[in-house]
């Protein structure tokens, strides 16, 4: 009985280090597929010559692009910043500047509750990621504009 569940103490550690195996693979593979997919929307935006900001795709399968206003703006220079964070490609830290910056000016908007999308997305991983004051300032200069939608009647 002593030897069974020493048997089954060392199957079960066995099968936990090669559950682990599996997931860091899996994990690594996605990754890869990540840099390679958000690397291939990066060169056909440069290709454009103009700003786009993918966020889904179309039912016919082309990438539908959203201007500054829409609340997903900021999920695609989020989406570099994590991926740079993933792999520590330098190659991408102009890049994810270069993307959060295009959304900058998303932080004057008053209109939309989804600012904290637009911006905390971009300069929020920004800022964590390089600790430069200027996303900070953003952000702060962001989080009034939001404020102003406040109204004391409905709390």
Request: with cysteine; proline share 3%; glycine share 8%.
């Given at each position: 009985?002593?030897?069974?569940?020493?048997?089954?103490g060392i199957a079960f550690c066995a099968a936990l280090i090669s559950c682990s195996e599996v997931?860091?693979?899996?994990?690594?593979?996605?990754?890869?597929?990540?840099?390679?997919?958000?690397?291939?929307?990066?060169?056909?935006?440069?290709?454009?010559?103009?700003?786009?900001?993918?966020?889904?795709?179309?039912?016919?399968?082309?990438?539908?692009?959203?201007?500054?206003?829409?609340?997903?703006?900021?999920?695609?220079?989020?989406?570099?910043?994590?991926?740079?964070?993933?792999?520590?490609?330098?190659?991408?830290?102009?890049?994810?500047?270069?993307?959060?910056?295009?959304?900058?000016?998303?932080?004057?908007?008053?209109?939309?509750?989804?600012?904290?999308?637009?911006?905390?997305?971009?300069?929020?991983?920004?800022?964590?990621?390089?600790?430069?004051?200027?996303?900070?300032?953003?952000?702060v200069e962001a989080a009034r504009s939001l404020s102003t939608r406040f109204r004391p009647v409905?709390?």
């Amino acid at each position: 009985m002593v030897k069974m569940k020493y048997l089954m103490g060392i199957a079960f550690c066995a099968a936990l280090i090669s559950c682990s195996e599996v997931k860091k693979e899996f994990i690594e593979e996605n990754v890869e597929f990540a840099h390679k997919q958000i690397g291939n929307e990066i060169k056909l935006i440069e290709e454009s010559g103009k700003f786009m900001n993918p966020t889904t795709l179309n039912s016919d399968g082309s990438v539908y692009y959203c201007n500054l206003t829409d609340w997903r703006s900021g999920f695609f220079p989020g989406s570099i910043w994590y991926l740079y964070e993933l792999t520590g490609d330098k190659t991408l830290l102009p890049i994810a500047r270069k993307y959060t910056e295009e959304v900058k000016d998303a932080k004057n908007i008053t209109w939309n509750h989804d600012v904290g999308f637009m911006i905390y997305c971009s300069f929020g991983n920004g800022l964590r990621l390089t600790g430069d004051e200027e996303y900070k300032n953003v952000i702060v200069e962001a989080a009034r504009s939001l404020s102003t939608r406040f109204r004391p009647v409905a709390g």
